[in-house]
């Protein structure tokens, strides 16, 4: 049977219609979300609640010369901690751009940088060589922690059950964790994330939410082996790690400037980086994510959102982005087999997992309400760079952004 989950023609053509529609509905004059972004409004001059919250966030970070002032003084700050011990900084790697271009930072300011990754056993080989050659080149050591694959696979297949778009949530939550473990474990105070507002977007809630409860709650349901080797970052752990540890978890893109074009040239040049086809596609598991499994069961095209993010940035033209945005996310069909067969699916099985009904994380247990409860104590900690502003802002606000 022809459906759209498996023949490319029929889903070349529910993309036309969806564009089609697309160009008829009121979408932000600034970015590229529209009316179906969930939780979004428009002021009067047509511009949306994510760009006011984008410009909002550009004025605490304005970057230029006062965000590298105030970068530089972070660096001192990183650099008297790290007296006396071997490492001054974490810098989490997963052969990305960003994180790639983050090890090029933490050497230009004279960091000594230890690079952690969390291996959930489903890199792509030139993600794996993109981390080797940054990390000879730079001569950084590496510090890995690897997931049982077979358990994560069981995590893999209890979200896709779950009827939920969160199917990429169990790696971030468990890099954020092996972040905070390898912090403990070498006695670092600081932590750089490679992550950037400005050229990355805000995703709304309703495209991704995460949290240990969210994960535990969702494997409880759905999962059949026993979670052993999964890092999950609960609560507790979250409490110590910012009250007893004080890890600091600091962005660097926030405070500078940053050009991606620019930024990859340099890693191509200076440490043999490679593309590996679009953005956060270094994972064989997150390019199904963000090529198959979000267009095509929730309608979620999150290329709307870096691509938003660039544009708001002056690094790509509106109408580039929304002729980008025609053309249906390109999955490699090798990557569907390799998912289904690893994952133990069926073709008809996989095809019943698309068709079940939309969950949302509020069909399952979480953190949100305890996180809204705290949100003068998470302020204070976003003050103190123990949690990052982004998530003070997503998690802990009612009004869902
Ligand atoms: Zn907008």
């Known amino acids: 049977m022809r459906t759209l989950y498996t023949d490319k023609k029929l889903w070349a053509q529910s993309w036309k219609a969806r564009t089609e529609k697309k160009r008829n509905i009121q979408s932000c004059s600034r970015c590229l979300y529209d009316v179906d972004t969930p939780h979004i409004s428009f002021n009067d001059e047509g511009l949306c609640n994510y760009c006011e ?9 304005p970057g230029g010369k006062k965000g590298e002032e105030e970068f530089v003084k972070i660096v001192d700050e990183i650099k008297i901690a790290g007296k006396g011990k071997k490492y001054d900084v974490i810098v989490g790697v997963s052969g990305g751009a960003d994180s790639t271009y983050m090890l090029h930072l933490g050497k230009k300011y004279g960091l000594r940088m230890l690079a952690v990754h969390f291996d959930n056993t489903w890199n792509t080989t030139i993600a794996q060589q993109n981390i080797k050659n940054a990390l000879e080149k730079l001569d950084v050591d590496l510090w890995t922690y690897v997931v049982n694959a077979q358990e994560y696979d069981d995590i893999y297949r209890a979200f896709l059950k779950s009827g939920t ?8 939550i468990a890099l954020a964790a092996v972040l905070g473990m390898a912090a403990e474990k070498f006695g670092i105070q600081y932590i750089f994330e490679g992550h ?8 709304p809630v309703g495209w991704i939410y995460m949290d240990a409860k969210y994960i535990d ?3 409880d349901q759905f999962g059949e082996k026993p979670m052993k080797t999964f890092p999950n970052f609960r609560f507790m752990r979250q409490l110590k790690w910012m009250l007893f540890n004080r890890i600091k978890k600091v962005r660097p893109l926030w405070y500078l400037d940053y050009n991606k074009d620019e930024a990859k040239a340099l890693i191509t040049k200076e440490y043999d980086w490679q593309w590996y086809g679009g953005h956060h596609l270094e994972n064989r598991m997150t390019a199904f994510y963000h090529t ?3 267009p095509r069961k929730f309608d979620i095209d999150m290329r709307a959102l870096g691509y938003g993010g660039l544009i708001r940035s002056g690094q790509m033209d509106r109408e580039e982005g929304v002729q980008l945005l025609e053309t249906e996310p390109n999955i490699d069909y090798e990557i569907y ?16 997992i698309m068709q079940t009904p939309k969950k949302t994380y509020r069909d399952y247990k979480t953190y949100k309400k305890l996180f809204e409860r705290l949100r003068p104590f998470y302020y204070l900690m ?3 760079n123990l949690i990052p502003w ?12």
Do not use: C, W
Request: a negative charge; proline letters at 3%.
């Open 53 to 61: 919250k984008d410009d909002e966030m550009r004025a605490q970070f």
């Open 165 to 172: 778009p969160d199917l990429e949530v169990p790696t971030d």
């Open 196 to 203: 950037s507002f400005k050229t990355e977007g805000i995703a």
């Open 217 to 219: 709650s969702v494997h």
């Open 292 to 294: 198959y499994y979000l």
């Open 337 to 352: 087999d390799v998912v289904l067969k690893r994952l133990g699916f069926s073709e008809s099985e996989f095809e019943k």
């Open 382 to 384: 976003a003050k103190m």
């Open 390 to 401: 982004s998530f003070y802002i997503k998690y802990t606000s009612k009004d869902n952004l």
